[in-house]
T-cell receptor, first 117, second 109 residues
Framework: DTAVSQTPKYLVTQMGNDKSIKCEQN?????MYWYKQDSKKFLKIMFS???????INETVPNRFSPKSPDKAHLNLHINSLELGDSAVYFC????????????????FGEGSRLTVL | GQNIDQPTEMTATEGAIVQINCTYQ??????LFWYQQHAGEAPTFLSY??LDGLEEKGRFSSFLSRSKGYSYLLLKELQMKDSASYLC??????????WGAGTKLIIKP
C-alpha cells in the first residue's frame, strides 16, 4: 500500500485555468504538507495542516488554496494558473507533537509535475 | 536569513567512498535530516542527527557538528543505484524545515 499518494502525477494545462491536485496518506499522521520543487530543485514549503488547521502558510499567492476534508487528505487547488507555477508539487506527511513542530521524518508522495503552457 | 549550502554536483566511482558536505546558518537548530531523491521520484529519509557525532546506518553515515554548523553524509562501497540527489534539511528554532538545494551525485563504473 502506498503511504502517501497524490494524483495526478502529470498535469499539463493552459494559463488561466484552475486545477487541483489530491493527496491522501494512510499512515495515521497528524500533519500533512505541500511542497513546491522548482527547476533549481529547492523544496519550498507551501502549506502544512495539523488536525485540519493551517499552521504554516509561507508567502504563497492566494491563488493557491489547501483543502483538508479530514486529517488523511490535503488537496491543493490552484486558480488562474501562471507560467511560473510550472513545477513538481510534493505532498508529505509526518507524525508531529503539536504546533507544527517537525520531530520526525517526512514521508513524501511521488510528486505531481505541473506544466503550464 | 537562513541558508543551507551543499555542493551542486559530485562525481565518484563505483565501489569508492564519497562525502557530501552541508553547512548551515539558521535561526536556531533542532536537528538535521538527510534525504535521498532519485530523478523523477520523491525524497526518501536517510538520517536524522540532533547531537554531535557520527550516526552509522549500513553503507551510509551522517556526521554533525553543531558548533561548526556542519554536517556530512558519507556513502561507502558506492553502487550505481546511489546516483541521486542528496538533500540536507535543518529544523530551525520554530521547528520548521529549511531545505538545501541538494547535491547531485553521479556514480561512474
Amino acid at each position: 500500500d502506498t503511504a502517501v499518494s497524490q494524483t495526478p502525477k502529470y498535469l499539463v494545462t493552459q494559463m488561466g485555468n484552475d486545477k487541483s491536485i489530491k493527496c491522501e496518506q494512510n499512515l495515521g499522521h497528524d500533519t500533512m504538507y505541500w511542497y513546491k520543487q522548482d527547476s533549481k530543485k529547492f523544496l519550498k514549503i507551501m502549506f502544512s495542516y495539523n488536525n485540519k488547521e493551517l499552521i504554516i502558510n509561507e508567502t504563497v499567492p492566494n491563488r493557491f488554496s489547501p483543502k483538508s476534508p479530514d486529517k488523511a487528505h490535503l488537496n491543493l487547488h490552484i486558480n488562474s494558473l501562471e507560467l511560473g507555477d510550472s513545477a513538481v508539487y510534493f505532498c508529505a506527511s509526518s507524525q508531529e507533537t503539536s504546533g507544527g513542530a517537525v520531530t520526525g521524518e517526512l514521508f513524501f508522495g511521488e510528486g505531481s509535475r505541473l506544466t503550464v503552457l | 536569513g537562513q541558508n543551507i549550502d551543499q555542493p551542486t554536483e559530485m562525481t565518484a566511482t563505483e565501489g569508492a567512498i564519497v562525502q557530501i558536505n552541508c553547512t548551515y546558518q539558521t535561526s536556531g537548530f533542532n536537528g538535521l535530516f538527510w534525504y535521498q531523491q532519485h530523478a523523477g521520484e520523491a525524497p526518501t529519509f536517510l538520517s536524522y542527527n540532533v547531537l554531535d557525532g557520527l550516526e552509522e546506518k549500513g553503507r551510509f553515515s551522517s556526521f554533525l557538528s553543531r558548533s561548526k554548523g556542519y554536517s556530512y553524509l558519507l556513502l561507502k562501497e558506492l553502487q550505481m543505484k546511489d546516483s541521486a540527489s542528496y538533500l540536507c534539511a535543518v529544523v530551525d528554532s520554530n521547528y520548521q524545515l529549511i531545505w538545501g538545494a541538494g547535491t547531485k551525485l553521479i556514480i561512474k563504473p
